[in-house]
């Protein structure tokens, strides 16, 4: 069932705004919201709204509200969600060159790294991070491609490389 939207409807002037905007290339969340206001404009409900541009009925409310309160203000672009990084640029480099040799080279008996061990080795031995989840890690080795414990004649450049985005 559809909720009660009293959300004021765009003006002509706002609607040929829109339509003028959308020419232009912008991000896909501001692209959503401003189909969104559009197709408010012309008549759709939220539920068919959510349909024609491919997002969840909530997204739509939001975004109508949005422009409730702003106007065409709120094409700006929309802020970044997830918490700051906790991972300096320095720590990922060391990361990804400990991730490349062999546990051998620092003493370990395994011959290949696991995501548990290489934690450990992170967190427990080298204290280059307080903690981070598996997932967290494997994300993160999984933006290199390498295989753990395998020498890579390139990896400096590919340090430097990563560290200049």
Known sequence: MARNL????????EMRALEFWLEDEHALQIQRRA???LYYGLGLDTQAIAKAVAAHPNTIYADLHAF???????LHPLSVGGAPARITLRQLAQLWQWAEASPRD???LDARWTL?????????RRRLLKHISLEHLRQLLKKRIFVFGASNANSSVRIR?????
């Open 6 to 13: 009293t959300i004021r409807k765009p003006t002509t002037r």
């Open 35 to 37: 189909y969104a206001i």
């Open 68 to 74: 409730g309160r702003e106007g065409l203000a709120c």
């Open 106 to 108: 620092f003493g370990l």
């Open 116 to 124: 548990a061990s290489f934690r450990e080795f992170l967190v427990k």
């Open 161 to 165: 490389n990563a560290l200049s985005f």
